[in-house]
């Protein structure tokens, strides 16, 4: 909205700021130094909205800001934009696994790619713990991973793209997790290995309205944290467009 008003995310929160409660703001700026930008979540035609709802939730419950989602359009309304968190994620939609591969950051040179998925060379996922930790904190790769749909799994295009694959210790008779429980849990293991912090996370920072942290300066925000600022500060304001129709009226006269 403030790009179309002809305004950069800084000039976006400067111009909503007035109109957030200290304590709103404070709970975004906390969600804000919450978000990674090391892992990815890539969900590839998922068919139930409830599982597609509820991962969506995981992810931004843990930080986890970005989400690549393969599927047609109206399922993708219907099963992913009308979701409560999807406000507040960075959502990309592709027809086919191959627009999402051709798109960055989708290069075997910043991104490892593993897919969860039932095949021979499958690794069970605590021992990938070493590899994602080197690949994330020593290259400083980008780590995606991608859940495929509840019956088929992932695509076979997916799959061959992908750096490995793998699975979740299941000591029960079935032969695999829901696909939200399966997302739940890889997260709880990345976030235990710490792999979802990043060095600048306060976690005080997060508490709703907790009084520890310090509001932050628009020209303090990096680019990226500003532009997640002013969608968000957009998302909770209200008439928000019209507050930054005046806002880009003030700064040409």
């Known amino acids: 909205m403030w790009r179309r008003v002809g305004l950069s995310a800084r000039q976006a929160v400067a111009a ?18 919450g ?33 690549d989602i393969v599927a047609d359009e109206d399922h993708f309304d219907h099963a992913f934009r009308s979701q409560s968190a999807a406000r ?7 027809d086919a ?3 999402m591969l ?29 590899d994602l930790a080197a690949a994330i904190h020593d290259d400083g790769k980008t780590l995606a991973l991608a859940f495929g749909n509840e019956r088929l799994g992932v695509s076979s295009e997916l799959s061959a793209a992908a750096h490995g694959a793998f699975v979740l210790p299941l000591r029960g008779m079935t032969q695999s997790f829901n696909i ?15 792999l979802l912090s990043d060095a600048h996370f306060d976690a005080r920072a997060g508490l709703a309205g907790s009084s ?10 990096t680019d990226a944290q500003a532009e997640l600022l002013a969608t968000w500060y957009t998302t909770a304001v209200g008439h928000a467009p019209a507050i930054l129709e005046r806002a880009a009226e003030a700064e040409t006269k």
């Open 180 to 194: 939200s429980v399966a997302v739940g849990m890889t997260m709880a293991y990345l976030q235990a290995w710490g």
């Open 97 to 99: 696994a191959a627009d």
């Open 35 to 67: 978000r990674t930008e090391k892992v990815r979540l890539v969900l590839e035609n998922v068919a139930n909205p409830r599982n597609a709802g509820a991962a969506l939730r995981t992810a931004e419950g843990v930080g986890v800001h970005h989400v």
């Open 102 to 130: 051709a798109a960055p950051p989708f290069d075997a040179s910043s991104t490892l790619l593993l897919t969860a998925e039932l095949s021979p060379t499958a690794r069970p996922l605590p021992l990938w713990r070493e």
């Open 212 to 221: 520890a942290a310090e509001l932050t300066a628009a020209s303090e925000l």
């Open 16 to 33: 909503l700021s007035p109109y957030l409660s200290d304590t709103r703001r404070r709970t975004l700026e906390g969600a804000l130094r």
């Open 88 to 94: 507040w994620l960075g959502l990309r939609r592709f």
